[in-house]
């Protein structure tokens, strides 16, 4: 079972490593390169950025959610970007329903409700905040994360300060990802399959729940259990919104506001089993 898990989290953290590396470059070139003019003008794009993050989210890579949440602790993307980003997060889902063979248009299906819902979702918190906030300026701070991990990155090159960013990451991500890897190993899929299962009435909220642990295994079992049928199309989505993959953890790890960070846990959470709820309600088949 150690063995097991060890190699899952190094296949996860391999994949996630290219993401990792190619955002700090970006974000130590900002941070180094750029000027104020340039840097608010990345900011200001952020309007459309909900769009671009509800489409690039449902690209099967848990990689974009992991750059989503470092661009949004540097504050280079919006709140409704990351949602976006988060909610129509596929991980797992779209390779195993290929594999699975599932109908093309149910997959055309999830793929655009899980990418509305996101954008949607994004746009809406973006207005909102931009009303509550209006007289409030917010200012990027990619340097917040130098000062949090202690890199010294005014003293290294680009290149140096990207590596040093990427290690200390990647290092927390496989220790927790094989921390949850033994967990879900000692509990069991089917377990946890049928925890679900068990409370069929209040489905959405259940998968919910799944969908928030930080690793591929929970979009594995929803996908599963909704191609043998035993869990619907309404739950299935509550599941998967509410999953970003790694996306959560490393939001944890790089933005220091913990308030924040819990507030968009409830926030994916609750979107996902609304709009779970809403579906199953109006009998909605993929």
Same mark, same amino acid.
């Given at each position: 079972m150690i063995q097991d898990a060890a190699l899952d989290t190094l296949k996860d953290g391999i994949r996630l490593l290219p993401f990792l590396f190619i955002t700090y470059l970006v974000m130590e070139y900002i941070e180094?390169?750029?000027?104020?003019?340039t840097r608010q003008i990345m900011k200001k794009s952020g309007k459309l950025g909900s769009v671009f993050g509800?489409?690039?989210?449902?690209?099967?890579?848990?990689?974009f959610s992991a750059a989503a949440s470092n661009l949004y602790?540097?504050?280079?993307?919006?709140?409704?970007?990351?949602?976006?980003?988060?909610?129509?997060?596929?991980?797992?889902?779209?390779p195993i329903l290929i594999s699975e063979q599932a109908p093309v248009h149910t997959i055309v299906k999830i793929l655009a409700v899980k990418a509305v819902i996101g954008i949607l979702a994004g746009i809406l918190t973006d207005f909102f905040i931009h009303r509550k906030k209006k007289d409030i300026k917010e200012e990027m701070r990619i340097e917040h994360m130098?000062?949090?991990?202690?890199?010294?990155?005014?003293? @290294?090159?680009?290149l140096k300060s990207a590596l040093n960013h990427?290690?200390?990451?990647?290092?927390?991500?496989?220790?927790?990802?094989?921390?949850? @890897?033994?967990?879900?190993?000692?509990?069991?899929?089917?377990?946890l399959a049928s925890v679900i299962l068990g409370k069929s009435v209040f489905g959405p909220a259940i998968a919910g729940?799944?969908?928030?642990?930080? @690793?591929?295994?929970?979009?594995?079992?929803?996908?599963?259990?909704?191609?043998?049928?035993?869990l619907g199309g309404g739950s299935l989505i509550?599941?998967?919104l509410a999953g970003s993959g790694v996306g959560?953890?490393?939001?944890y790890k790089v933005n220091d506001d913990v308030r924040e960070n819990v507030r968009i846990t409830f926030l994916l959470y609750g979107i996902g089993v609304l709009s779970g709820i809403l579906l199953e309600t109006a009998g909605f088949i993929f």
């Open positions: 180094h390169k750029t000027s104020d003019r509800g489409l690039l989210g449902i690209v099967p890579q848990c990689g602790a540097g504050r280079i993307i919006t709140l409704g970007t990351l949602l976006a980003v988060f909610l129509s997060t596929s991980d797992e889902m779209l130098c000062d949090h991990q202690h890199c010294h990155c005014a003293e @290294n090159k680009i990427t290690l200390q990451i990647f290092i927390f991500i496989v220790v927790i990802t094989f921390l949850l @890897n033994l967990l879900i190993g000692c509990i069991g899929e089917e377990r729940l799944v969908g928030l642990i930080p @690793n591929c295994a929970s979009s594995v079992v929803l996908t599963q259990l909704y191609l043998k049928g035993l509550a599941g998967l959560l953890l490393i939001l």
